[in-house]
């Protein structure tokens, strides 16, 4: 009895951690692309896809977190985050480019984002500035955008 008791408990142990473990990549994948810390349970990965490959890693990555119910949790996370609308750098390049239609997602007019540039020159800059974003020959950076209508979160990268 005891040895299926056991069982029964190790199942059920490793059904949570699988359940914990995408959450936790999401939130791995954020730190490491946007240097920002959040916690995402509660949250459900409704998308992911990622286009990086070949010999430079160029490529989009989006990941559409679906977190209702967990609303007050991840606004009191945004505090440093910019309320919308959309910087007009970021609105051409989401929305003139077409990577929001290209990739599913939609205009959001509520919330707030966040934006981190991973273009690497050695010169130092506001990595959360997207002032240079247009005037040079590669775009990479990574965007956070929480849509309060819908409770969901969206985290781009972008890689040219």
């Known amino acids: 009895m005891k040895r299926v008791l056991c069982g029964f408990l190790a199942v059920i142990m490793l059904l949570c951690l699988t359940a914990c473990g995408a959450v936790s990549k999401a939130e791995r994948r954020i730190q490491k692309g946007a240097r920002v810390s959040l916690d995402l349970s509660g949250c459900r990965i409704e998308q992911e896809t990622d286009t990086h490959g070949g010999f430079l890693g160029d490529g989009e990555y989006l990941l559409v977190l679906d977190c209702s119910g967990n609303e007050e949790k991840i606004l009191a996370q945004t505090g440093e985050w910019q309320v919308f609308p959309l910087s007009d750098n970021l609105r051409e390049v989401l929305y003139e480019w077409k990577i929001a239609e ?6 959001v007019s509520s ?16 990595r959360n500035s997207d002032e240079r974003l247009l005037s040079r020959p590669a775009e990479n950076f990574s965007l ?12 781009f990268e972008m890689d040219t």
């Open 102 to 107: 290209r990739n599913g997602i939609p205009q």
């Open 111 to 126: 919330g707030k984002w966040y934006f981190y540039d991973r273009f690497s020159d050695a010169t130092s800059f506001d």
């Open 144 to 155: 956070l955008l929480y849509d309060s209508e819908n409770s969901c979160l969206y985290y």
